[in-house]
């Protein structure tokens, strides 16, 4: 990877696609000081076990909508009566690093990044069959089958807008999805860009 500033990557996907898995992956393989997944902030009380720093940011309500009105987030929603947010600081603070960051994130949140982000790059993860993928959610154990049939249809919707992303990559190997994903990181840092273009003109 050349030096300079780091991209931000944003990855989303279906339930049960498997994108928190690959996004482990992907940054165990690549190392922590390469790659920093990005942490959200919130208004919820802390769960047993979290960390403020490390699971998210916990904030006060007035201090969230404090950062909202300061434009601190590049994106943010309020589900279930409490607010969600991605630190615009911590994500720009590991760019100028030379850190890539990675945002895994639903679909409505990346396409809010999109606009505040234009030069991120959009990762969507899908399962090889909507077949595969009720098998997944079926074998968690966790889900009532009311649920699994609501997470499957909520899925055929999100897919729809596969078209708003930069790749696709198909989750049905997993090692090949995180060599796939990975080559993504690659090639994007081969992109010919003005940061390309720069140090092309200043060394040749």
């Known amino acids: 990877m050349r030096e300079g500033r ?9 339930s049960g696609a498997g994108k928190g898995t690959i996004v482990k992956r992907v940054v165990a393989d690549r190392g ?16 047993t076990g979290e960390v403020d720093g490390e699971s998210y940011f916990f904030l006060t309500r007035e201090d969230f909508l404090r950062r909202v009105d300061e434009g601190g987030f ?3 929603a309020e589900v279930y009566g409490n607010f969600y947010g991605t630190p615009r600081s911590y994500v720009e603070d590991r760019l100028d690093q030379g850190m890539d960051v990675i945002l895994e994130i639903d ?3 990346a396409m809010n990044v999109k606009r505040s982000c234009p030069d991120g790059v959009f990762i969507f993860i899908v399962p090889p069959s909507m077949e595969v993928l009720r098998s997944r959610l079926t074998g968690r154990g966790t889900d009532a089958q009311d649920v699994v049939e609501l997470r499957l249809s909520k899925a055929r919707e999100e897919l729809t807008h596969v078209k708003d992303y930069d790749y696709c990559v198909v989750n ?9 994903t990975e080559a993504i990181f690659t090639a994007e840092h081969a992109r010919v860009d003005e940061e390309v273009r720069k140090l092309i003109q200043e060394n040749y």
């Not at 780091?6 to 279906?14: E, H, M």
């Not at 920093?36 to 802390?46: C, E, F, N, W």
Request: aromatic content about 2%; glycine content about 10%; overall charge negative.
């Open 6 to 14: 780091g991209k931000l990557f944003v990855i989303s996907g279906p």
């Open 32 to 47: 922590a000081e390469r790659t920093a997944l990005s942490i959200s902030a919130t208004t919820r009380a802390p769960r």
């Open 74 to 76: 590049l994106e943010h």
């Open 107 to 109: 679909i409505q949140g």
């Open 172 to 180: 049905g190997d997993l090692e090949e999805a995180v060599a796939e």
